[in-house]
């Protein structure tokens, strides 16, 4: 007795498994993700913007020490499509578990359709070029050989000798002989990676199945509805005739719509949707009406089981299909099988209409169950259908001009190209996509890989030739900006900017041409177009508003943002909003930004945000943070951001008070960047003048002239003229159109007092300086130099000159605890005093840091007992600071530690600048 196939348990969750995933990932990228193959990313670039790190008051001189913080802007980049192997071989094994089922269930076919069948299942194979495996020749046929062999032979045997056998068995054995035939072909394949041209040959085979299946339930919908529609008006004796006809009328109607879309003639005043959303009512209504047909007919080609076994499949595989085809961006598949679905639609919906009317009207509308006679008598009447549908699927095929013919042509050329492209061979997937853009035209990956794989070998200009071709002939998104960014990368940024302009014509309100045109516009300084198209209030994309608000920072508009961004890149924006306008930095932002970076992987963000965080003025011991900074540099991937790191650990150093640390690193940052020499030493110059030392801060300005720097401004002719540089004063004001500072009209004589006095601030001694300040006027400029003496010279300077000092400064300002503290017990020995006195002047808990704070210098040597140590701490110090009483301290150092020819030698160059009368 013939084993029946039972539809047990197992075997409805399998099926419905297979369908619902199917539908699952179909529905997603025919609704959210349509192109998913299309990978627009955004990339970041860096733009720096100035912000006011310290500020210098030098009486009337006043400026700020600007270093750079960054922005973040975001570019969007199409790239390559992402190589799906994993999905290739899992779409692969789905085909080919749905083939072994079907030809089980082949084997419970009649003769004739087992032998139809047959014939159709090796027409499959023939077409599916697994003969390109090259197994004993270049496309010889072993391949299909070996196929037909692993396949047909149990498949025949079970039909003719082993009909009582049990399907799971006969499952089983096809399996074994269709997989082993498959592990022998990639065996055997001389091809590279002949397992992956299996997996996307596969394709072609899951096509034809899927086809065979649409085409099988070509009028499913409409005679699933009739059969609704009868069902629900039994004994109601309502005009069905009528509703049919309305409805038929509606769908051939919405069909008709869909083809003209699919042929891109008609411009329709209403949406229209993509066929392939039938398939689920084709899938639903398909199985109401093959449950009639099984129950009605005696003429079917096998079991009812085994039918509806093989719909539940085959709806499963064009379910699977519709996500292979959106994966893998065939175009030519997805459009091949939408002008198919309608044309089976068209044609078998409206002849079952017509086998309706012919057969049916006169009992349509009795009321009777008409619907237990759709089928019956199952005769050439029925066939008819299938003989009309097919005839109008040609006069369809003719008026659409033979289209399927040459979307089947680049559907094979896709799939050889995506093989050869996910085995990294560039140039034959070049070749094949270009082919297969040349025969069919809307097939945007095609033309995208041709050119992004011609960039990769090496081959620009045809590159950007197919870039044209495509924007006039086919445009598209990706290709556009592809285009637009390689000029970009060749300078010819107005030619992209052509491009992009010319490209929202075509796609208005497109955020991705949007974002990187108002960026190109901002680059050639067309600043307001730039603000005004990204402020398009129906553009709501994220990266778009960061960018506004990062060029509005950059252009020194800062917004106020109304809301806590919680990106790290909008973060970072926000901070460098901040730093720019010289305020305190939230610190509920700066320790979401820590946090970022903990877990960020991106070496530009990187750099950007800890640049941004430590660009404030932190008087806390740096080690913790420049040993974070160094260790980042020593990773490989941070290579390109190593002196980015640098100069932000130099910014850190500086904050922390470490100055003779950060002029050495900045001079030495110049000597390894000659490109940014010119920042880093007019950086330089001005630390330096921040501490009065106008002569080396003279020398670094010129050093930085020299690589480039044109900014000089007033304070930078003031400081030449400190420094004793008369001459280079006028030639900068007359070269660079300086203007003169106010000071020299306005301030009156006590100004000019004030500067001759501070300009040789350091050289001179305290008692002297002390005595100057005596004679000057009451003015702000007094108090100013009644500050300075006791943070550079109180240890020349007894405790009744400190008090005096102390009152004179608590009469002007605001007294302070911390100089009274000091001023009573000035005793640099003293562990309270020098805290009190370092708290004062903010100068951190490192009393060398800073070479130009004298007294500091003085209080750390009274911690070392050996000469020598005090020599190295003296010597250190006087590398920048000309403090009379400091190289003194080192000569006597450098006797007592037996080194008189170095204190010989500092002896002499200390009587440069002190008489012999005042040593």
């Given at each position: 007795m013939k084993t029946k196939l039972k539809t047990s348990i197992l075997f409805n969750i399998i099926a419905l498994l297979f369908i619902i995933s199917g539908g699952l990932f179909a529905l997603y990228y025919l609704i959210f993700d349509p192109q998913p193959y299309v990978s627009i990313q955004a990339g970041s670039f860096l733009d720096t913007i100035a912000i006011p790190f310290d500020w210098v008051q030098i009486g009337p001189i006043s400026f700020p020490i600007k270093v750079d913080n960054y922005l973040v802007f975001q570019e969007f980049k199409a790239l390559a499509p992402e190589i799906h192997l994993t999905e290739s071989f899992i779409y692969a094994l789905l085909?080919?578990?749905a083939a072994v089922s079907v030809l089980t269930l082949l084997t419970e076919f009649k003769k004739a359709y087992f032998i139809l069948g047959g014939i159709i299942w090796i027409i499959l194979l023939t077409f599916s070029n697994f003969n390109g495996l090259n197994i004993g020749g270049q496309s010889a046929n072993y391949p299909l050989i070996i196929l037909l062999a692993g396949t047909l032979i149990p498949l025949i045997y079970f039909h003719l000798w082993g009909q009582k056998i049990h399907l799971a068995?006969?499952?089983?054995?096809?399996?074994?002989?269709?997989?082993?035939?498959?592990?022998?072909?990639?065996?055997?394949?001389?091809?590279?990676?002949?397992?992956?041209?299996?997996?996307?040959?596969?394709?072609?085979?899951?096509?034809?199945?899927?086809?065979?299946?649409?085409?099988?339930?070509?009028?499913?919908?409409?005679?699933?509805?009739?059969?609704?529609?009868?069902?629900?008006?039994?004994?109601?004796?309502?005009?069905?005739?009528?509703?049919?006809?309305?409805?038929?009328?509606?769908?051939?109607?919405?069909?008709f719509f869909i083809l003209l879309g699919l042929r891109g003639e008609l411009r329709l005043p209403f949406p229209t949707f993509s066929p392939l959303f039938l398939l689920l009512p084709l899938g639903l209504f398909g199985w109401i009406s093959i449950g009639e047909k099984v129950s009605q007919s005696d003429e079917l080609i096998s079991t009812p089981a085994v039918i509806k076994a093989l719909h539940l499949i085959g709806l499963g595989l064009?379910?699977?299909?519709?996500?292979?085809?959106?994966?893998?961006?065939?175009?030519?598949?997805?459009?091949?099988?939408?002008?198919?679905?309608?044309?089976?639609?068209?044609g078998f919906t409206l002849f079952f209409y017509v086998y309706l009317l012919a057969n049916f009207v006169s009992v349509m509308n009795s009321g009777k169950a008409i619907d237990k006679i759709l089928y019956k008598p199952?005769?050439?009447?029925?066939?008819?259908?299938?003989?009309?549908?097919?005839?109008?699927i040609l006069v369809l095929t003719t008026y659409t001009g033979g289209i399927v013919g040459v979307q089947a042509?680049?559907?094979?050329?896709?799939?050889?190209?995506?093989?050869?492209?996910?085995?990294?061979?560039?140039?034959?997937?070049?070749?094949?996509?270009?082919?297969?853009?040349?025969?069919?035209?809307?097939?945007?990956?095609?033309?995208?890989?041709?050119?992004?794989?011609?960039?990769?070998?090496?081959?620009?200009?045809?590159a950007k030739q197919h870039l044209e071709e495509s924007f006039t002939e086919a445009p598209q998104i990706d290709n556009i900006l592809l285009l637009a960014d390689r000029l970009h990368q060749e300078n010819k940024v107005f030619e992209a900017i052509y491009y992009l302009e010319n490209g929202l014509a075509i796609f208005p309100n497109e955020p991705h041409l949007i974002n990187n045109l108002s960026l190109l516009y901002a680059?050639?300084?067309?600043?307001?177009?730039?603000?005004?198209?990204?402020a398009q209030p129906e553009i709501k994309n994220a990266i778009l508003l960061s960018n506004r608000s990062a060029l509005k920072i950059k252009l020194g508009k800062p917004e106020?943002?109304?809301?806590?961004?919680?990106?790290?890149?909008?973060?970072?924006?926000?901070?460098?909003?901040?730093?720019?306008?010289?305020?305190?930095?939230?610190?509920?932002?700066?320790?979401?930004?820590?946090?970022?970076?903990?877990?960020?992987?991106?070496?530009?963000?990187?750099?950007?945000?800890?640049?941004?965080?430590?660009?404030?003025?932190?008087?806390?011991?740096?080690?913790?943070?420049?040993?974070?900074?160094?260790?980042?540099?020593?990773?490989?991937?941070?290579?390109?951001?190593?002196?980015?790191?640098?100069?932000?650990?130099?910014?850190?150093?500086?904050?922390?008070?470490?100055?003779?640390?950060?002029?050495?690193?900045?001079?030495?940052?110049?000597?390894?960047?000659?490109?940014?020499?010119?920042?880093?030493?007019?950086?330089?110059?001005?630390?330096?003048?921040?501490?009065?030392?106008?002569?080396?801060?003279?020398?670094?300005?010129?050093?930085?002239?020299?690589?480039?720097?044109?900014?000089?401004?007033?304070?930078?002719?003031?400081?030449?003229?400190?420094a004793g540089m008369p001459e280079k004063a006028v030639e900068i004001r007359e070269k660079y159109?300086?203007?003169?500072?106010?000071?020299?009209?306005?301030?009156?004589?006590?100004?000019?007092?004030?500067?001759?006095?501070?300009?040789?601030?350091?050289?001179?001694?305290?008692?002297?300086?002390?005595?100057?300040?005596?004679?000057?006027?009451?003015?702000e400029l007094k108090t100013d130099i009644a500050i300075r003496l006791i943070a550079y010279k109180a240890h020349g300077l007894e405790t009744d000159d400190l008090k005096e000092l102390e009152k004179y400064i608590s009469g002007k300002i605001d007294s302070n605890e911390d100089l009274k503290t000091f001023v009573a017990n000035p005793d640099l020995k003293n562990k309270a005093s020098v805290n009190a006195f370092t708290s004062w002047i903010n100068s951190g808990k490192e009393p060398i840091a800073n070479p130009y704070l004298s007294p500091l210098i003085i209080s750390e040597l009274h911690n070392k007992t050996d000469p020598l140590d005090q020599y190295e701490i003296l010597n250190s110090a006087t590398e920048f600071n000309h403090d009379p009483i400091l190289w003194l301290k080192k000569i006597k150092a450098a006797r007592e530690s037996g080194l008189d020819k170095y204190a010989d030698e500092s002896l002499e160059i200390l009587k440069q600048w002190v008489s012999d009368d005042e040593l």
């Open positions: 085909v080919w578990l068995i006969k499952w089983l054995i096809i399996f074994v002989g269709t997989f082993s035939a498959l592990a022998i072909l990639i065996a055997k394949s001389p091809i590279a990676n002949p397992e992956i041209y299996l997996s996307e040959h596969s394709l072609t085979l899951g096509f034809g199945l899927a086809i065979a299946w649409v085409f099988w339930n070509g009028h499913g919908i409409l005679s699933g509805i009739y059969i609704l529609l009868t069902r629900a008006n039994r004994n109601l004796n309502l005009n069905i005739t009528v509703q049919i006809s309305l409805i038929t009328l509606i769908y051939l109607g919405t069909l064009a379910l699977w299909l519709v996500w292979k085809v959106k994966l893998s961006g065939n175009q030519p598949a997805e459009e091949l099988f939408k002008h198919l679905l309608v044309y089976s639609q068209i199952y005769s050439l009447v029925y066939y008819h259908i299938r003989i009309g549908g097919l005839i109008v042509s680049a559907l094979t050329s896709n799939i050889l190209a995506d093989y050869y492209y996910q085995a990294d061979k560039k140039l034959e997937a070049s070749i094949l996509y270009e082919n297969a853009w040349m025969h069919y035209r809307k097939n945007p990956k095609a033309k995208f890989l041709t050119a992004q794989l011609l960039l990769d070998l090496k081959q620009p200009t045809l680059k050639v300084n067309k600043t307001t177009e730039a603000l005004e198209l990204m106020a943002s109304t809301s806590r961004k919680t990106d790290l890149i909008s973060q970072l924006n926000e901070l460098a909003a901040s730093n720019a306008l010289a305020n305190i930095p939230d610190e509920e932002l700066v320790a979401s930004i820590k946090k970022h970076l903990k877990s960020e992987d991106s070496p530009l963000l990187i750099a950007a945000g800890w640049r941004n965080v430590l660009t404030e003025i932190n008087r806390n011991d740096p080690s913790k943070d420049l040993n974070l900074l160094d260790s980042l540099g020593q990773t490989p991937e941070m290579n390109a951001y190593i002196m980015s790191l640098q100069e932000t650990a130099v910014i850190r150093s500086l904050a922390a008070g470490r100055v003779s640390e950060a002029v050495k690193n900045l001079n030495g940052l110049a000597f390894r960047n000659p490109n940014d020499a010119a920042y880093y030493l007019q950086l330089s110059g001005s630390i330096l003048a921040q501490n009065l030392d106008f002569q080396k801060a003279a020398m670094e300005f010129i050093a930085a002239e020299e690589r480039g720097f044109q900014g000089f401004d007033t304070h930078h002719w003031s400081i030449f003229g400190l159109n300086v203007l003169l500072p106010i000071y020299l009209t306005a301030e009156g004589p006590s100004a000019a007092e004030y500067l001759k006095i501070i300009s040789r601030f350091h050289q001179s001694f305290a008692q002297t300086l002390l005595s100057q300040w005596r004679t000057l006027d009451e003015t």
